[in-house]
């Protein structure tokens, strides 16, 4: 029997909301549910967004949660190696290219990237060099395939990489992108199971894509209902203005994500303790109550 291993992935760049609980609850009740172990790893590989103080404050949330992760925190920062030697393979297999596209060249046209480094033969010869040019992006070219998968919550999901288009392994900063930071930390991880908010779903066949050209397991995913502000529809974040949670009212917060992520509650829920709770959610939890679509709050 393998074991099943999830995690929670956050990037410090500010404290929990409501919705990055959303996205711990359910990875932990659906880890714990499977007799599992539940990870954290903080995604610090964007060095320039950390917000100090942020990753101690999801911490002391987590835990004022009774969201207790097992093993070490795992830090991005640490594991620069590990993303160098993956691109190395990458270079070796010529699947990645230098991109010399500006982010404001490549706003004039939106949607996927448009191939126009990749065309360039000599930007593929360069990219077989472990040398990044300075003011180049490195790209994994996707090719013309189709990446099919079962989402655990949203059901079959079928994407033609070529619609989606060459994405950034190493930015021109020569920062690693979290697309192939993920993918590499997951394997390391030996995670096999990925609960996470919808925002990610269409990065989900990039990292397949991934997996398959480093010869990774792939990994299962369910990707969780966005919380949307039902004035404007936009997704509950940092960016938008969502509030820290408030860690002294853990037992609220969590029956609250509890019924946002369709499960039953217990009785008087308000009166047990965090660990009561969690324990009753552990034993309860069923994924396909979860909802498909958007949860919208005021
Ligand atoms: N670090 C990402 C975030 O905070 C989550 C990445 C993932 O779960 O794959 O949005």
């Known amino acids: 029997m393998t074991t099943h291993i999830g995690r929670f992935a956050p990037s410090p760049t500010g404290p929990l909301h409501s919705g990055s609980l959303l996205a711990a609850v359910a990875s932990y009740l659906d880890a714990k549910s499977h007799q599992g172990q539940w990870l954290l790893r903080i995604e610090d590989v964007d060095r320039l967004r950390t917000v100090k103080g942020a990753r101690d404050s999801i911490c002391h949330s987590l835990e004022q949660h009774g969201l207790n992760w097992d093993g070490v925190i795992e830090y991005q920062t640490d594991n620069d190696d590990r993303y160098q030697a993956a691109l190395e393979q990458l270079q070796q297999q010529q699947r990645v290219f230098f991109c010399s596209c500006t982010r404001t060249a490549l706003r004039q046209n939106p949607g996927p990237y448009p191939g126009t480094c990749r065309k360039e033969k000599s930007s593929h010869y360069l990219a077989a060099t472990p040398q990044q040019p300075a003011s180049h992006s490195l790209r994994f070219e996707c090719g013309e395939g ?126 047990l303790s965090v660990n009561q709770l969690l324990e009753w959610a552990i034993d309860h939890w069923q994924i396909n109550r979860v909802s498909k679509t958007a949860l919208i709050v005021d």
Not at 169 to 189: C, G, K, N
Not at 221 to 242: E, V
Request: charged content about 15%; some cysteine; glycine content about 4%.
């Open 146 to 271: 189709r990446i099919d998968f079962t989402d655990r919550i949203l059901g079959q999901q079928s994407f033609e990489l070529a619609q989606l288009g060459d994405f950034i392994l190493r930015r021109r900063d020569s920062l690693f992108a979290y697309q192939l930071a993920v993918v590499i930390d997951d394997a390391q991880q030996s995670v096999t199971s990925v609960v996470r908010g919808a925002d990610l779903l269409s990065s989900t066949p990039w990292q397949i894509a991934l997996q398959q050209a480093l010869d990774l397991p792939i990994v299962d995913y369910a990707h969780l209902p966005l919380i949307t502000h039902a004035d404007n529809g936009q997704k509950l974040s940092k960016q938008t203005g969502a509030q820290a949670i408030d860690n002294t009212a853990a037992v609220s917060n969590l029956c609250l994500t509890l019924s946002q992520l369709g499960q039953q509650l217990p009785e008087q829920a308000q009166r």
